[in-house]
């Protein structure tokens, strides 16, 4: 037991596939959403109400604020799955090339980091989930099925003289701390 994939509890009926190289030498294993999902275009996310919230800006009050900051938040496709690796490996989420040119999706972060210690975490069991932003002009209508990202095993390096962090993964996404 190295490394893989597993199909997360929850979505244990759904008739997920665990992600997969489609070719001899590919690195990434592609992942398919675990959901038919719609990615709304930035362009349409109550566009007049946020412009009208920047203007404003100083005169809204808090709840006006975090609901406009809500509206331009990156949205979260959930794959279904959950990946275990050794203690020296993480597994890179990646974009597929083809995203940004097929479906206008980016992932605003770069780069998904999928840490060994986020497997089977307490708060969602260890979930990948691709975040992305469509700049498109249409809503991007995903399939449950359709590849929408990959990942890609690679070991790291830890620096000379480190304090070994103590604190345990409690789920993802900011669940660290600040
Ligand atoms: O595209 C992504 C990126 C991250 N994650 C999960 C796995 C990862 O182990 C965890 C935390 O990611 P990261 O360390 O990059 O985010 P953070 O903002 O530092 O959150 P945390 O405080 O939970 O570490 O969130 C995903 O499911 N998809
Ligand atoms: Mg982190």
């Known amino acids: 037991m190295s490394r893989g994939f597993e199909i997360v509890s929850s979505y244990r009926n759904a008739d997920l596939r665990l992600p997969y190289r489609t070719t001899q030498r590919a690195a990434g294993y ?3 959403s675990a959901v038919d999902f719609t990615v709304p ?15 404003h800006q ?14 331009l938040k990156p949205f979260l496709i959930p794959t279904g799955i959950k990946a275990y690796m050794g203690p020296d490996e993480v597994l890179i989420l990646a974009n597929r090339s083809s995203n940004p040119l097929k479906r206008s999706l980016v992932i605003p972060n770069g780069i998904g980091v999928i840490d060994a210690d986020y497997y089977n975490n307490e708060n969602n069991e260890g979930e990948i989930f691709m975040q992305v932003l469509n700049f498109g002009l249409a809503d991007a209508k995903i399939k449950k099925g359709d590849r929408i990202g990959q990942g890609i ?4 390096l830890k620096a000379d003289d480190e304090r070994a ?7 993802g996404f900011g669940s660290s701390g600040k």
Not at 58 to 71: F, G, P, R
């Open 30 to 32: 592609d992942f398919e």
């Open 41 to 55: 275009s930035i362009w349409k996310l109550d566009f007049l109400k946020i412009l009208w919230a920047i203007r």
């Open 58 to 71: 100083e005169s809204l009050d808090s709840v006006a604020q975090a609901k406009a900051q809500k509206a």
């Open 153 to 156: 095993f690679m070991p790291f």
């Open 165 to 171: 962090p103590q604190q345990e993964r409690q789920g």
